[in-house]
């Protein structure tokens, strides 16, 4: 099994800045890549983005391309979800996910990830 713990989380206004922080631990060995979903009140799970740790291939949801960065420190088996000019759109729990899938690494389907972590509380105030 893979465990995930997200942090970084918080209340932030308009405009600002969080960084998100996903640690992984356990068979890590077999987690090709991370992703972030997110899921806002009243609204289906949303695919953000991914990153496959060996190559650091990075793929992001259209709404957030410019504004966020995933990114890795494979030696803390950590991965990153810097956030710029946050909109209230953004307001959401933040969960990280980890799948073995080479041929699906940037997934939009949640079925296609195997451990999600518990997630983290993105308010982004107007």
């Known amino acids: 099994q893979v465990q995930l713990v997200e942090s970084g989380g918080g209340l932030v206004q308009a405009g600002g800045s969080l960084r998100l922080s996903c640690a992984a631990s356990?068979?890590?060995?077999?987690?090709?890549?991370m992703a972030w979903f997110r899921r806002a009140p009243g609204k289906d799970s949303e695919f953000v983005a991914a990153i496959s740790w060996r190559l650091g291939n990075t793929d992001y949801t259209h709404s957030v391309k410019g504004r966020f960065t995933i990114s890795r420190d494979i030696a803390k088996n950590t991965v990153y979800l810097q956030m710029n000019s946050l909109k209230p759109e953004d307001t959401a729990v933040y969960y990280c996910a980890t799948t073995p899938r080479r041929d699906s690494w940037n997934a939009r389907t949640r079925s296609l990830y195997d451990y999600w972590g518990q997630g983290t509380q993105v308010t982004v105030s107007s």
């Open positions: 356990g068979r890590t060995a077999s987690s090709y890549a």
